[in-house]
């Protein structure tokens, strides 16, 4: 043998629908073997079948690129063939088939074949023995648990979890047999106690951006959109690439610009673990374990002093909005109960009570939620504070918001309201202990001086972490918020 | 007694999962025997050359032979996925060439052999199943229309085109083909009662394969399918449809019954899938191998090849001949279908319209931006 040898590889194809993976159950040919077209090399188990494959190219088989039992991804190769001194025509009829056969009834289909199956022409057929269902590969576990005792982890397909059989697909989706395997494990869940992963949406991005996220191995899921509907964008996935976007991923919102440190606080970039970071801060907002209380109140003497305070000349041209009232309301609330205004520090085993409130406004904008917070709130005046949320309202719709304007808040309002809502039970902002949602403002019947009157009426509610308030100093706290809308006089007593 | 006899008629078990004893089935129109024997029926008669005997073999192997280098393409991931005919060649090879060049048929997505009955090039068949174009063949010119995956959706097709022909005055005949499991669909029924109301001239031609994908036929019909046809208003026949003289005999029979204004015709072609529904299926987890073994003593090609060996028609010489023909157009098919090029995206918008629309080139030149997209800056 002189030819030089023309050496081929057969990948594994997808030889169902949409097939990922399949397990070569054994090697029909060895190495050295000559094969001819057709002729069956392996036996490949897929989620969907156990067939064989036939070998496309006629030649001798210098390697086996797997062992049997080896899990293989489609693409593959798994086998190689020499094709030079191939003599054997192309399209040869490797199946068994009955022209030569003296006996045609007997020799069309048939002839015995590894594994006690009968050769059906090319791929498998039906075994001669009863149907029994394969051994598991080793990483599966033997006796995987019933599903009906992890109803926290249903699985993707319902598959057959039973012993006996494995379940039959035909079209639809196919998650493939990893993913089978991972849901009869349940170990869908990561390590670290992040949320589970079905449980979030797909982040949005058209395919043209997901496969440039994947080739620069970006991952969607840590990332905020900045295209319409939060659509994440080209420019997003190259700012991550670039690193520019990892550590403001950390704070679940994109700045422009890179961040600086603010307010004598390091800030350290965390780069590649961008995923675990923002399943980290999600996780850690459900440490604080959140309790919610609601109130509904009569703020009509509220709006008519809005309309009063609106006239007068060191507040002309301000945005006096009921949310101005519920955030002077909140500071003058706080100062009487400053407990509400603190921080768990579970490092030093400390509660960390501040003297200084920066209030957080969670703002909708255009590039998602974001908190921005007005800096040492409680010391200013009424038309500082109707300046300070302008300004920052107006900084976050533009998309603007420096990650500092985001940093260090205290205490915060998301204002529901805006939407035509009545209340919610909001979720604390990492590192805070109490936030207090402001619903909408209507015009509702309501019992005013013994009769029933048409009244402007709406709903707090105040979420806190029970670690640090109590239900008593919860209540007192939103008790005196509602106290100072329904009846802003009493905020002289404050 | 006429209580247990209607009792017994109902529950009738269509074989196929059990033990099938085809030879007891009542009703069952058979001109050749499993072991190869020239039989008389007498409502069918064939009057058949030596010639035609002959070429109705060689259909049958070659079809067989495509099949099996189309299903090892497949396996080698050189074609999208694969609906095997194996062991329903003699019914669609029958049925395909009972019509004449002026009918027109309507197939489902497994019959490559009434394809290959009327003309079309394995390969356009096989584009379809590597997905590079959705069978460009011409239905008009070849009388066969396009492959129909929607299950039943073409006895609709077939019915509204008898209905044409009817008010055209023409003297053809359509032939629709479906499964056993699609006389469990809607269409097929609308189908048949529109057929039944027009008297149209068709004839459903519904290939028994035992098996709606994994569902066996006793469990979506309880009475013999064919018997069916009565519901309707219009006769209906069960044929051996491993038997290519039968099939030949009874649908050539039904279509010159359509064509001389007697209305439709159904004919269960009663038969067997011997592969798996498609090449993403396991018939391994629903059905026993000793169904199988029965099934293959009445395979439809080698009661031919008895037949013909045994009366002096056909010798080795022949049978070498047509095996080295198979090979040729296996050898074919797989470099053809090898070498297929990969189709321009934007083809999927040239043959909607015979003239392309303003919002069809939008649409067009909006895909040809998206695509542009995955490579290089926005």
């Known amino acids: ?494 | 007694m006429t209580a247990l006899r209607q009792a017994a008629e109902v529950v009738d078990p269509v074989p196929g999962a059990g033990a099938p004893h085809l030879p007891q089935q009542p009703d069952l129109i058979q001109l050749l025997t499993p072991e190869g024997e020239r039989v008389e029926h007498p409502d069918y008669s064939l009057d058949i050359s030596d010639d035609e005997l002959r070429g109705l073999y060689r259909d049958l192997a070659l079809v067989r032979r495509w099949d099996v280098e189309a299903t090892a393409l497949q396996r080698q991931g050189e074609l999208g996925i694969w609906a095997s005919l194996l062991g329903q060649e003699a019914a669609q090879v029958g049925a395909g060439r009972a019509l004449r060049a002026d009918d027109m048929a309507f197939p489902t997505y497994r019959e490559h052999g009434v394809a290959w009955t009327r003309g079309v090039d394995p390969l356009q068949v096989m584009g379809l199943f590597r997905g590079v174009d959705n069978g460009g063949w011409d239905p008009a010119a070849l009388g066969f229309n396009l492959y129909t995956i929607v299950i039943g959706a073409q006895c609709l097709h077939a019915t509204g085109y008898a209905m044409g022909v009817q008010r055209d005055g023409a003297e053809s005949a359509v032939l629709a083909f479906l499964g056993d499991g699609a006389t469990s669909q809607g269409e097929v029924n609308e189908a048949m009662i529109f057929a039944a109301s027009f008297a149209a001239p068709v004839v459903f031609f519904c290939q028994n394969n035992q098996y709606a994908i994994s569902v066996p036929i006793e469990r979506q019909a309880r009475v013999p399918l064919f018997k069916r046809a009565a519901g309707f208003g219009f006769p209906g026949v069960r044929v051996d449809g491993n038997d290519v003289l039968a099939v030949l005999a009874v649908t050539r029979a039904a279509l010159q019954a359509a064509r001389e204004g007697q209305g439709p015709t159904f004919i269960e072609a009663f038969t067997y899938r011997m592969g798996a529904h498609t090449t993403s299926d396991d018939p391994t987890r629903y059905r026993l191998a000793s169904e199988l073994e029965e099934w293959k003593l009445r395979d439809p090609i080698a009661r031919l090849k008895a037949h013909l060996s045994r009366s002096g028609i056909a010798d080795a010489a022949f049978f070498d001949s047509v095996d080295a023909e198979g090979d040729e157009l296996a050898a074919r098919i797989r470099q053809g279908t090898v070498e297929m090029p990969d189709p321009e995206p934007t083809e999927m918008f040239d043959h909607v319209f015979a003239e392309q629309t303003p919002e069809l080139a939008a649409q067009r030149a909006e895909f040809v931006e998206y695509h542009a997209s995955f490579e290089g800056e926005k």
């Open chain 1, 1 to 494: 043998m002189t030819t030089s040898a023309t050496l081929r590889q057969f990948k594994l194809p997808d030889v169902g629908e949409g097939l990922t993976e399949g397990e070569i159950l054994q090697w029909l040919v060895a190495v050295g073997d000559t094969v001819t077209v057709n002729q069956p090399l392996c036996e490949v188990e897929t989620a969907k079948a156990a067939v064989e494959l036939p070998s496309p190219y006629a030649g001798t088989v210098t390697e086996l690129l797997f062992e049997a039992g080896t899990m293989v991804d489609v693409g593959t190769p798994i086998i190689t063939i020499d094709t030079s001194g191939g003599s054997v025509p192309a399209a040869a009829a490797a199946p068994p088939d009955a022209a030569q056969d003296a006996e045609p009834a007997a020799g069309l289909i048939g002839g015995p074949a590894p594994g006690g199956r009968t050769s059906v022409l090319v791929g498998y057929g039906p075994r001669n023995t009863e149907a029994r269902r394969r051994p598991r590969r080793a990483e599966a576990p033997a006796e995987p648990e019933p599903m009906a005792t992890r109803a926290d982890h249903p699985p993707l397909l319902i598959t057959a979890p039973d012993a006996e059989t494995k379940p039959v697909r035909h079209g639809g989706l196919e998650v493939g047999r990893q993913a089978e395997a991972h849901a009869l494990r349940g170990d869908a869940a990561p390590a670290d106690g992040a949320p589970h992963g079905r449980g979030r949406l797909r982040p949005l991005a058209k395919p043209p951006v997901r496969k440039y996220a994947k080739d620069l191995g970006v991952d969607l899921s840590a990332l905020t959109g900045s295209g319409p509907g939060g659509v994440i964008t080209r420019a997003d996935v190259d700012a991550a690439a670039s690193g520019s976007a990892s550590d403001l991923a950390l704070r679940g919102t994109v700045g422009t610009g890179s961040p600086s440190p603010a307010g004598g606080e390091q800030r350290i970039p965390i780069r590649g673990v961008r995923k675990h970071t923002a399943a980290a801060m999600v996780a850690s907002a459900f440490t604080a374990p959140h309790v919610t209380e609601f109130l509904t109140i009569d703020v009509t003497r509220m709006m008519k002093l809005r309309a009063r305070l609106a006239a007068r000349p060191e507040l002309a041209g301000m945005k006096i909005s009921p949310l101005l009232f519920v955030a002077k309301a909140l500071l003058l609330a706080a100062r009487r109960h400053p407990m509400v205004n603190s921080s768990w520090d579970e490092a030093a085993q400390e509660i960390v009570v501040k003297d200084y409130v920066n209030l957080g406004i969670a703002a909708a904008t255009p590039r998602g939620l974001v908190v921005p917070n007005v800096k040492d709130a409680g010391r200013m005046s009424l038309a500082e504070l109707a300046g300070a949320l302008a300004q920052l309202t107006e900084t976050a719709r533009a998309g603007k918001t420096a990650p500092e304007d985001m940093a260090g808040g205290t205490i915060t309002i998301t204002n529901v309201g805006v939407f035509g809502v009545d209340t919610g039970t909001p979720i604390l902002n990492p590192g805070e202990s109490a936030i207090l949602a402001f619903g909408a403002i209507r015009e509702m019947p309501w019992v005013h001086k013994g009769k029933i009157r048409p009244r402007q009426v709406t709903q707090l509610a105040l979420s806190f972490d029970h670690r640090i308030i109590d239900g008593e100093l919860g209540s007192r706290f939103l008790a005196d918020i509602g106290a100072l809308l329904s009846d802003p006089g009493s905020a002289l007593a404050f």
